[in-house]
């Protein structure tokens, strides 16, 4: 009767212990110790061919945001009146948004470009105040590769324009 017992619980071990090691296997890759990097988005798939581009905007359409930008209409012309309640938004949302890096002044001054390997542009500047509206407001949609991050997500199309107006009170 020994012997029958001693067979079950040496079994019961081996099962026991092929369990456990599953288990521990298991645990190893919920916890990303072993990661298996499975192509779950579609930019890193591979493709056969590209892809269609985008339609061309109908003509005389309009964006649901109000006029922005169009390909090929040259710069857009501000449908903002510079008004004090313009420039006021525009004062809140510069304050929130650029003076990190341009400094509450608009010098470029902020606490951040001193960090920054390419220095924020000086607002005041005659280079810049210079400029139209429509390329202020670009330069902000768009931003400037490795100098200045695009804020069309951050601020809406009004927004954008109040900012514009308010920099054009940045004057020296």
């Known amino acids: 009767m020994s012997t029958s017992w001693t067979v079950i619980l040496k079994r019961l071990a081996t099962i026991f212990a092929v369990v456990a090691v599953l288990f521990g296997i298991l645990l190893l890759f919920s916890y990303d110790v072993i990661k298996i990097d499975w192509p779950s988005f579609m930019e890193i798939q591979p493709s056969f061919r590209p892809m269609e581009a985008p339609l061309p905007v109908p003509a005389e ?4 945001e109000g006029p922005a930008y169009i390909p090929n209409m040259g710069a857009p012309t501000n449908p903002v009146p510079a008004d004090n309640a313009s420039i006021a ?43 139209s509206d429509g390329a202020i407001f670009m330069t902000i949609t768009n931003g400037k590769p490795g100098r200045m991050p695009p804020l069309n997500e951050n601020l809406t199309v009004r927004e954008r324009w109040d900012v514009v107006n308010y920099i054009r009170t940045l004057k020296k």
């Open 89 to 131: 938004r525009g004062s809140e949302l510069f304050n929130i948004t650029c003076t990190a890096c341009h400094g509450a002044s608009g010098e470029g001054n902020g606490p951040v470009a001193a960090f920054l390997l390419n220095k924020p542009a000086n607002l005041t500047s005659p280079a810049v105040q210079f400029l």
């Open 61 to 64: 359409s309009i964006p649901i």
